[in-house]
Antibody
Framework: EVQLVESGGGLVQPGGSLRLSCEAS????????MNWVRQAPGRGLEWVSI???????YYADSVKGRFTISRDNSKNTLYLQMNSLRAADTAVYYCARGKFDCWGQGTLVTVSS | QAVVTQEPSLTVSPGGTVTLTCGSSTGVVTSGHYPYWFQQNPGQAPRTLIY???NKHSWTPARFSGSLLGGKAALTLSGAQPEDEAEYYC?????????FGGGTKVTVL
């Protein structure tokens, strides 16, 4: 069964860092491009980042220079390293495979003092 | 970064037809923007309905279809059901970077 499970969310102070993980099962992460999408409380969806199978990455302007997407092929896991966090980064973060044919359940990140 | 626009809300009668659109601040939406359409119910993860303008996943009900219409991407719901009441989002890609629209709340009434 194809599945994505996010983890690593939690409460962090402004300016802090957090690393989200997205563990895949039923397929090989390195064979697909993978996305991160977030949704602030009561707000719409926001695309965050993508990593292509060749390793090319792209980011939304709102996170460029602060967030880094990566993957560990040996662990079949996608990551999102988030630095210099702001209150505006508070959201549920989802990972999604390729043509968005599989989504994780999401992990909540709260940035607050 | 581009701005993607959607109707804030639309109402459709049960069994009726409604078309949602997805426009771009940069101009005409083309297949090169790889338009996606997602459905989201409160408290749930999004569900992908359409990818690459017109393609459906195996779980996409046949009553949903995607197209390009009048310079925009479009999602048409034909034969609306009560369970189709939800928020719908489109997503466009601009040279690798994605931008979601603000979402359309569809009410079946």
């Amino acid at each position: 069964e194809v599945q994505l499970v996010e983890s690593g969310g939690g409460l962090v102070q402004p300016g802090g860092s957090l690393r989200l993980s997205c563990e895949a099962s039923g397929f090989t992460v390195s064979s697909y491009y993978m996305n991160w999408v977030r949704q602030a409380p009561g707000r719409g969806l926001e695309w965050v980042s993508i990593i292509y199978s060749g390793g090319t990455t792209y980011y939304a302007d709102s996170v460029k220079g602060r967030f880094t997407i990566s993957r560990d092929n040996s662990k079949n896991t996608l990551y999102l390293q988030m630095n210099s966090l702001r209150a505006a980064d508070t959201a549920v973060y989802y990972c999604a495979r390729g043509k968005f044919d599989c989504w994780g359940q999401g992990t909540l990140v709260t940035v607050s003092s | 970064q581009a701005v993607v626009t959607q109707e804030p809300s639309l109402t459709v009668s049960p069994g009726g037809t409604v078309t949602l659109t997805c426009g771009s601040s940069t101009g005409v939406v083309t297949s090169g923007h790889y338009p996606y359409w997602f459905q989201q119910n409160p408290g749930q993860a999004p569900r992908t309905l359409i990818y690459d303008t017109t393609n459906k996943h195996s779980w996409t009900p046949a009553r949903f279809s995607g197209s390009l219409l009048g310079g925009k991407a479009a999602l048409t719901l034909s034969g609306a059901q009560p369970e189709d009441e939800a928020e719908y989002y489109c997503l466009l890609f601009y040279s690798g970077e994605g931008v979601f629209g603000g979402g359309t709340k569809v009410t079946v009434l």
